[in-house]
């Protein structure tokens, strides 16, 4: 392994750094414009980024942004929320997941996060690089205690 940091440590040591917690949470609102992903990624393995702006799909009027880091080669699948308000006091989620699914269709749980800010899971290599490959068949859902189902999502690609 080489002497760069990971995207996993690197993320690890930003949230504790930054002190991340409930408070948090509370980010500005964004445009809530119906807005495409955007897909960062040039070859089909490897690192991928993907920047996604999630839209209501549960919880009306709520929105949020996150990018999705999957690398092909390990299995390695990192997230960071960077703007979240939804209908909650608190900005509060209680799970986060990348399903596999085409727009407008729900599908089942692929890649589970947790619900922080950002943070970093191991998948298996074979599902991330076939996320990577077909990022337009797979979704983000970031569900609620108001909307279990899924408040805000929008495809990876």
Wanted: proline share 4%; with cysteine.
């Amino acid at each position: 392994m080489s002497n760069e940091l990971s995207r996993r440590t690197l993320l690890r040591r930003s949230a504790a750094g930054a002190g991340i917690g409930a408070a948090a949470l509370a980010v500005p609102s964004i445009t809530k414009a119906s807005v495409a992903p955007v897909f960062a990624g040039a070859a089909s393995s490897g690192v991928q980024e993907f920047n996604i702006e999630l839209l209501p799909t549960g919880e009306p009027g709520s929105s949020g942004s996150i990018t999705v880091t999957l690398d092909a080669t390990t299995g390695e699948s990192c997230w960071e929320i960077t703007a979240l308000d939804i209908n909650d006091p608190n900005n509060n989620f209680t799970l986060l997941h990348i399903h596999e699914g085409a727009a407008g269709v729900n599908g089942g749980v692929v890649i589970g996060f947790n619900n922080t800010l950002a943070g970093c899971v191991d998948a298996s290599v074979a599902q991330v690089q076939e996320i990577c490959d077909n990022p337009e068949n797979f979704y983000v859902n970031l569900h609620t205690a108001d909307a279990p189902g899924g408040a805000i999502r929008n495809q990876l690609a």
